[in-house]
T-cell receptor, first 109, second 117 residues
Framework: GQNIDQPTEMTATEGAIVQINCTYQTSGFNGLFWYQQHAGEAPTFLSYNVLDGLEEKGRFSSFLSRSKGYSYLLLKELQMKDSASYLCASMDSNYQLIWGAGTKLIIKP | GAVVSQHPSRVICKSGTSVKIECRSLDFQATTMFWYRQFPKQSLMLMATSNEGSKATYEQGVEKDKFLINHASLTLSTLTVTSAHPEDSSFYIC?????????????FGSGTQLSVL
């Protein structure tokens, strides 16, 4: 079956670094996405990885290991506005997005 | 980035009534739109894929007669929840894909919180 696993909730301190992990099992693979979703709002696109390695985009970086079925989202210099849910999604062989349940990130001062 | 407008943002209705949710791409043409529902602390669940001018493709387990989808133009798709019941209460989100691009060009509406009494 298809499955996406990510932690339910994480807590971090303002100014610190946090890594949110995601493991996936899908029928075929056409890329791994990370989205940010604030409560009651729509998800917004953060990153897309299809090749192994680290993609850096400002304070946010995303890593992919296809052989391990593993990705992480790294957030640096955390700000209070980063408090949100972070959704991991894998695109399968039919180009359908399989979504994880999301990781709620709580930032404390 | 591109904007997808979803309306209404919140609706409360009585059991047995029908509710229509609109999803509009404001500054691009969306040949494909997607409808999701999301329960608290759970992932987005794809309900159906809507292509302009053709019938929607529903995911397994989603009742097409209950969740009517119409994608009449390149900028508008509607989801009608017919004869709504309390178990239909959920957060419904639409997304639209800009052109034939990859999923980096997938933009989401702001969602509709449906509460059925």
């Amino acid at each position: 079956g298809q499955n996406i696993d990510q932690p339910t909730e994480m807590t971090a301190t303002e100014g610190a670094i946090v890594q949110i992990n995601c493991t996936y099992q899908t029928s075929g693979f056409n890329g791994l996405f990370w989205y940010q979703q604030h409560a009651g709002e729509a998800p917004t696109f953060l990153s897309y990885n299809v090749l192994d390695g680290l993609e850096e985009k400002g304070r946010f970086s995303s890593f992919l290991s296809r052989s391990k079925g593993y990705s992480y989202l790294l957030l640096k210099e955390l700000q209070m506005k980063d408090s949100a849910s972070y959704l991991c999604a894998s695109m399968d062989s039919n180009y359908q997005l399989i979504w994880g349940a999301g990781t709620k990130l709580i930032i404390k001062p | 980035g591109a904007v997808v407008s979803q309306h209404p943002s919140r609706v409360i209705c009585k059991s047995g009534t029908s509710v229509k949710i609109e999803c509009r791409s404001l500054d691009f043409q969306a040949t494909t739109m997607f409808w999701y529902r999301q329960f608290p602390k759970q992932s987005l669940m794809l309900m159906a894929t809507s292509n302009e001018g053709s019938k929607a493709t529903y995911e397994q387990g989603v009742e097409k007669d209950k969740f009517l989808i119409n994608h009449a133009s390149l900028t508008l798709s509607t989801l009608t929840v017919t004869s709504a019941h309390p178990e239909d209460s959920s957060f419904y989100i639409c997304s639209a894909r800009e052109g034939a691009g990859g999923y980096e060009k997938l933009f989401f509406g702001s969602g509709t919180q449906l509460s059925v009494l």
